[in-house]
């Protein structure tokens, strides 16, 4: 049977060694990429437009809000995983008032980021609803962030998220 790859390859080759291809139109110039011969002509004039303004479709501009946020979510959170072990560990052995004090205040300081980040990844997850909306194709969407595997892969312990998964309170103008 014969392998219609390798037979192409061999005749390109063949091609190349007898120099066909030396005096092509082009030889040496960058390709010129920017141009997709599948678009209309309509969709072609546009996205013309919009490199040349270094501007870009909302739905793309909305793919980046989501993909910035999710970033800052997860970096936010970690700093603060960081920040409660490390003051946790500088409170080991202490039993003096002032060092459980301090140590309810780090715990409720861990409550509020966990909510907090709990608040975000609703927010992110209504943005995506609004992004899916837009998206010129169906195979681009997004899928909404599952909060457990969120704080599963930050490592957050399978006990502190059981309270997260209810409702999350709402603040400012998100909607319950």
């Given at each position: 049977?014969?392998?219609w790859?390798?037979?192409?390859?061999?005749?390109?080759?063949?091609?190349?060694?007898?120099?066909?291809?030396?005096?092509?139109p082009?030889k040496?110039?960058?390709?010129?990429l920017?141009?997709?011969?599948?678009?209309?002509?309509?969709?072609?004039?546009?996205?013309?437009?919009?490199?040349?303004?270094?501007?870009?479709?909302?739905?793309?501009?909305?793919?980046?809000?989501?993909?910035?946020?999710?970033?800052?979510?997860?970096?936010?959170?970690?700093?603060?995983?960081?920040?409660?072990?490390?003051?946790?560990?500088?409170?080991?052995?202490?039993?003096?008032?002032?060092?459980?004090?301090?140590?309810?205040?780090?715990e409720?300081?861990?409550?509020?980021?966990?909510?907090s980040?709990?608040?975000?990844?609703?927010?992110?997850n209504?943005?995506?609803?609004?992004?899916?909306?837009?998206?010129?194709?169906?195979?681009?969407?997004?899928?909404?962030?599952?909060?457990r595997?969120?704080?599963?892969?930050?490592?957050?312990?399978?006990?502190?998220?059981?309270?997260?998964?209810?409702?999350?309170?709402?603040?400012?103008?998100?909607?319950?």
């Open positions: 049977m014969v392998n790859g390798e037979w192409v390859e061999q005749k390109i080759l063949e091609a190349m060694r007898r120099g066909e291809f030396d005096h092509l082009g040496g110039q960058p390709l010129r920017e141009e997709n011969p599948y678009l209309e002509p309509g969709l072609a004039i546009a996205y013309h437009l919009l490199r040349q303004n270094d501007a870009r479709p909302g739905w793309i501009e909305a793919d980046l809000a989501i993909r910035r946020g999710i970033e800052q979510a997860r970096q936010d959170l970690r700093r603060t995983i960081q920040w409660r072990q490390e003051t946790l560990r500088d409170l080991e052995g202490k039993s003096d008032p002032r060092s459980r004090r301090e140590r309810e205040w780090v409720a300081e861990w409550e509020r980021a966990l909510r980040f709990a608040r975000r990844i609703a927010e992110l209504e943005q995506i609803s609004l992004y899916n909306l837009k998206v010129p194709i169906y195979w681009l969407q997004r899928f909404k962030f599952d909060l595997e969120e704080l599963c892969a930050l490592g957050v312990p399978e006990g502190e998220i059981k309270g997260l998964e209810g409702p999350v309170p709402s603040t400012g103008n998100f909607p319950r």
